[in-house]
């Protein structure tokens, strides 16, 4: 199975007082082109709203990638879903399972949203569109990597929005640093040593939810959901 296929990315170059110099990864949704497709994400889109659990699981492979330890399976996905259990998260607390359920239902809803790209040498579909990004010889800890999620994102000096706007992002990849905890933004690590803050809501993790899907005997189906590296 291949995560990974080819999209564009390119480096910025503009002047630091306009926007940050940051690897760039440009939106795609390849499923606009294939009516069937597109219609399929719809319907998984609205389930995923209203949280209808049975259609979800119904269009889900039996053997469904939900980690990249032992997790796999319907089931697995439904306990998961309802629960927020995990096969190997038995000692874990009430608040632990509340935590983990709300977390893959908002990741799985924003993969959905993002876009998608259909890699043809794998017949797979992979959402959201830039984990099909190449980012070539980048060098980065998708850990604390970020991406921003939408176009004229503000940089403030101070994590609230009375902060001065210093930067503006359109969908460029930064570093997360440590501090905002307790408020709706984020420190970021932009060019040449600056740093600002971004609201949270505008960036999205590189090892956030995604999910690939395949066509089999004529029909979409959901292979992958999965989050980490």
Do not use: C
Not at 105 to 113: D, I, K, P, Y
Not at 125 to 145: C, K, M, N, Q, R
């Amino acid at each position: 199975m291949k995560i990974f296929v080819f999209v564009m990315i390119f480096l910025l170059a503009l002047p630091s007082s306009v926007h940050a110099q940051l690897a760039k990864v440009v939106p795609v949704d390849e499923a606009q082109a294939d009516v069937e497709l597109r219609t399929f994400r719809d319907q998984l889109l609205e389930a995923v709203v209203t949280r209808d659990i049975d259609y979800i699981v119904s269009i889900a492979a039996p053997d469904i990638l939900l980690d990249f330890g032992s997790g796999m399976g319907q089931e697995e996905l439904r306990l998961r879903l309802t629960e927020g259990r995990r096969f190997y998260s038995e000692d874990e607390n009430p608040e632990d399972y509340i935590r983990h359920r709300e977390a893959l239902w908002l990741g799985f809803e924003s993969a959905l949203r993002l876009g998608g790209v259909y890699d043809a040498e794998n017949r797979e579909f992979v959402a959201p569109h830039y984990f099909a990004a190449d980012l070539g010889d980048l060098s980065y800890d998708p850990f604390f990597t970020y991406f921003t999620i939408a176009q004229n994102v503000t940089v403030r000096d101070r994590p609230n929005r009375y902060g001065t706007v210093i930067d503006r992002l359109d969908y460029e990849l930064v570093e997360r640093l440590d501090g905002g905890d307790g408020t709706s933004y984020a420190r970021v690590q932009l060019e040449r040593g600056r740093t600002g803050w971004v609201h949270k809501d505008l960036l999205r993790s590189a090892v956030d939810y995604r999910a690939i899907f395949e066509k089999h005997d004529g029909k979409w189906i959901m292979t992958v959901l999965i989050a980490g590296d």
